[in-house]
């Protein structure tokens, strides 16, 4: 089955009821993160016994790694309610408001893609996270004038794939800023055991460990990989999902034994194959992919370079020993002294 199949097949829909099938309600049911959810632990029973709302919290890391999780477990803990929107569908203040008249005492405004909040509603939004109050303007010219609205305390919750991208002045306003990392292999084998448990897959350790190690360190990427197992060992075997099983299935995806798919690949090969291993921009692979470039380096790129197959240079991206082993290329002898020093910079 072609690969393109399963993923248009996948998104958006399908990816959404996944996630929010298997997605951990309380704190103690998320798996690693461990110090960020030490820090959410302590302001949580601290808030309770100050009965004080939640200062405002941004969290950040690529696709797949929690942040929403993490929005939905808070309300949770904390009993109160949750109001979800994001950036893109912010386009002007007024869109706002009636998320900011719902709220009440310590309840929760998660805001997705906050760095793709246009200006004017970033700066509308600054009174309300600072004084929770809002300034609307009545009127135009010279008849225009500014009425002041209070607003109930509540809690703003950010999330970005890159917190590079918001203004300063925004991210000043958050009082906590949480980063996440990919998971450990360990880690995402423990979230693939209690998801196969919750879709009453049986499933053996090994085989857990064998899509763990094969979804780029990301439970979203762990729990797909773990779904289309469930299938193919429902329609090729008795629905347990042993370690053959697991290994076939994922070959059949084409994730390859480093758990990297078709889009990273595609990704070195064209750095290697048409940019000569670079360096080069990434503008300029994404030209030549056919890809937005946030698709590059919100979601391709950090895997890759967390695993050492690319570096990041003052003079562009460029390939490293193991992403010329990858593909199976000798490497050009002139590359291997100083492109691959990464940037200090960066
Ligand atoms: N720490 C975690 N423990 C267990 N499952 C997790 C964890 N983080 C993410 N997941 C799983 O991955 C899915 C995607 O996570 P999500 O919070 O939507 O990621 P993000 O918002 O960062 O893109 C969730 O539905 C959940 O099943
Ligand atoms: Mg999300």
Same mark, same amino acid.
């Given at each position: ?176 800023? =949480? ?7 360990? =880690? ?159």
């Amino acid at each position: 089955m072609a690969r393109e199949a399963i993923v248009q097949a996948d998104e958006p829909k399908e990816q959404k009821e996944r996630d929010a099938a298997l997605r951990p309600r309380w704190l103690t049911e998320v798996i690693g993160q461990k110090a960020v959810v030490q820090r959410l632990g302590i302001v949580l029973r601290a808030c309770k016994k100050l009965q004080e709302p939640l200062s405002h919290i941004l969290f950040d890391g690529p696709p797949g790694l929690g942040k929403t999780t993490f929005a939905t477990v808070l309300p949770n803990e904390l009993g109160t309610s949750l109001q979800m929107t994001s950036g893109p569908a912010l386009s002007k203040p007024a869109d706002l408001l009636p998320f900011l008249t719902n709220l009440e005492h310590g309840s929760i405004l998660f805001i997705d893609e906050i760095h793709r909040m246009p200006r004017a509603v970033e700066e509308f939004i600054y009174p309300a996270m600072e004084d929770f109050r809002i300034d609307i303007v009545l009127g135009e010219g010279v008849n225009a004038r500014t009425i002041s609205m209070r607003l109930k305390q509540f809690t703003l919750i950010g999330a970005t794939t890159r917190s590079g991208m918001l203004s300063s002045p925004m991210r000043d306003r958050f009082k906590m800023h =949480e980063h996440l990392e990919f998971y450990t292999v360990e =880690e995402l084998a423990q979230i693939v055991r209690i998801n196969a448990k919750k879709l009453q897959t049986p499933i053996t350790d090994d085989a857990a460990i064998e899509i763990a190690r094969r979804s780029r360190g990301t439970p979203r990427i762990a729990n797909a990989r773990l779904w289309w197992a469930r299938h193919f060992a429902t329609s090729e075997s008795d629905g347990c999902i042993t370690l053959d099983l697991a290994r076939e299935a994922l070959d059949m995806a084409e994730v390859d034994r480093e758990g990297l798919d078709k889009q990273d690949r595609r990704y070195l090969e064209t750095l290697v194959g048409v940019f000569e291993g670079g360096p080069t921009g990434v503008e300029a692979l994404a030209a030549t992919m056919n890809l937005p470039t946030d698709t590059l380096s919100d979601e391709i790129e950090p895997y890759l370079l967390r695993e050492q197959f690319i570096v990041r240079t003052p003079r562009g991206r460029t390939a490293t020993a193991r992403a010329y082993q990858l593909l199976g290329k000798p490497m050009r002898p002139a590359q291997r002294e100083d492109d691959t020093q990464p940037s200090l910079f960066e």
